[in-house]
């Protein structure tokens, strides 16, 4: 399967089920085979034990676990990290195996499907510690026109590094961006500056109906379960990883661009005005502008 780092729909399905599954039970206990996913040493994990989940929740790309007395887990998943609800203490995989949370009626398993490990735990004690990874980035449903204009128009970027960004908006990555580019008609290689309000009035629009219409549609196939297959890439998008296929509003072939690792589809009818955007072009455009490497990413990219 194809990975892709969670955004904003996924990790809120995961929540929710987290939620249904796990708040006002007791951590039994926690197996960490793997020490490099945890990243802090005090609070040490085996403090969370014993103790009652109070409630989850997201920050950015991240999810966090309460805890009573103010303790939490914040978990980042990164690109190819994902959770499993099983059978209480089921055996952690060998290989991909990174952590589990035993409770009574189940335990969740964290996996990673990558040779490089990328994602974290990090255990944190007061609300102040846990809003430390707070990017500041703008949460759009509880945004209004004017604060998301302002958050767009704070830096010059292009439209895709805009709203990829965690300083700028929450919980978006590459695939989100690609359909909600689609939706609003806009190129990826627009720059924030040029945007005139009705184009951020329609961009703002196209965030929040993409974001909720795959949220929606990630809830209804989850149902009363968990997640089980979380990726960015689905048949049912609009441009996100069709290249050469047919865009379903015009027909016409979707379109790429490649600039470092990362890769962005579009439209050339519905978001260009018919012209195809070179790869040299942007890499001229987004030389200083976007991420070469994952760490770049977390420094003000997809990671927040």
Same mark, same amino acid.
């Given at each position: 399967?194809?990975?892709?780092?969670?955004?904003?729909?996924?990790?809120?399905?995961?929540?929710?089920?987290?939620?249904?599954?796990? !708040?006002?039970?007791?951590?039994?206990?926690?197996?960490?085979?793997?020490?490099?996913?945890?990243? !802090?040493?005090?609070?040490?994990?085996?403090?969370?034990?014993?103790?009652?989940?109070? =409630?989850?929740?997201?920050? =950015?790309?991240?999810?966090?676990? *309460?805890?009573?007395?103010?303790?939490?887990?914040?978990?980042?998943?990164?690109?190819?990290?994902?959770?499993? &609800?099983?059978?209480?203490?089921?055996?952690?995989?060998?290989?991909?195996?990174?952590? *589990?949370?035993?409770?009574?009626?189940?335990?969740?398993?964290?996996? +990673?499907? *990558? !040779?490089?490990?990328?994602?974290? &735990?990090?255990?944190?004690?007061?609300?102040?510690?846990?809003?430390?990874?707070?990017?500041?980035?703008?949460?759009?449903?509880?945004?209004?026109?004017?604060?998301?204009?302002?958050?767009?128009?704070?830096?010059?970027?292009?439209?895709?590094?805009?709203?990829?960004?965690?300083?700028?908006?929450?919980?978006?990555?590459?695939?989100?961006?690609?359909?909600?580019?689609?939706?609003?008609?806009?190129?990826?290689?627009?720059?924030?500056?040029?945007?005139?309000?009705?184009?951020?009035?329609?961009?703002?629009?196209?965030?929040?109906?993409?974001?909720?219409? &795959?949220?929606?549609?990630?809830?209804? +196939?989850?149902?009363?379960?968990?997640?089980?297959?979380?990726?960015?890439?689905?048949?049912?998008? *609009?441009?996100?990883?069709?290249? =050469?296929?047919?865009?379903?509003?015009?027909?016409?072939?979707?379109?790429?661009?490649?600039?470092?690792?990362?890769?962005?589809?579009?439209?050339?009818?519905?978001?260009?005005?018919?012209?195809?955007?070179?790869?040299?072009?942007?890499?001229?455009? $987004?030389?200083?502008? &976007?991420?070469?490497?994952?760490?770049? $990413?977390?420094?003000?990219?997809? =990671?927040?």
């Amino acid at each position: 399967m194809l990975r892709a780092m969670p955004e904003y729909p996924d990790i809120t399905v995961y929540i929710e089920r987290l939620d249904a599954l796990l !708040t006002g039970q007791i951590l039994e206990g926690v197996r960490l085979p793997d020490p490099f996913l945890l990243r !802090t040493a005090d609070p040490p994990v085996d403090v969370l034990e014993g103790r009652l989940v109070s =409630g989850f929740g997201r920050i =950015g790309k991240r999810i966090f676990c *309460a805890f009573e007395d103010e303790l939490y887990l914040v978990i980042h998943l990164m690109i190819a990290g994902r959770l499993h &609800w099983k059978s209480s203490r089921v055996p952690i995989p060998r290989r991909g195996g990174l952590a *589990a949370l035993d409770f009574a009626h189940g335990s969740i398993l964290m996996t +990673e499907s *990558a !040779t490089r490990r990328q994602a974290s &735990w990090h255990v944190v004690e007061g609300r102040a510690d846990l809003l430390a990874f707070n990017r500041g980035g703008l949460e759009v449903f509880e945004a209004s026109p004017a604060d998301f204009k302002e958050a767009l128009k704070r830096e010059s970027h292009t439209l895709k590094r805009a709203l990829t960004d965690p300083r700028l908006l929450s919980g978006i990555g590459n695939a989100y961006s690609d359909e909600i580019l689609h939706r609003a008609r806009l190129s990826p290689l627009a720059l924030t500056g040029a945007l005139d309000d009705g184009e951020i009035s329609r961009l703002f629009a196209a965030t929040k109906e993409v974001l909720a219409e &795959w949220t929606d549609r990630l809830r209804a +196939e989850v149902g009363e379960g968990f997640p089980a297959k979380v990726t960015a890439f689905r048949p049912e998008m *609009a441009v996100h990883g069709r290249y =050469g296929k047919p865009c379903p509003t015009c027909g016409s072939a979707v379109q790429r661009i490649r600039y470092a690792s990362r890769e962005t589809d579009y439209c050339p009818l519905c978001q260009t005005g018919g012209r195809l955007l070179a790869d040299r072009s942007l890499s001229r455009l $987004l030389k200083k502008d &976007w991420p070469r490497t994952l760490e770049e $990413l977390e420094g003000g990219g997809e =990671g927040g």
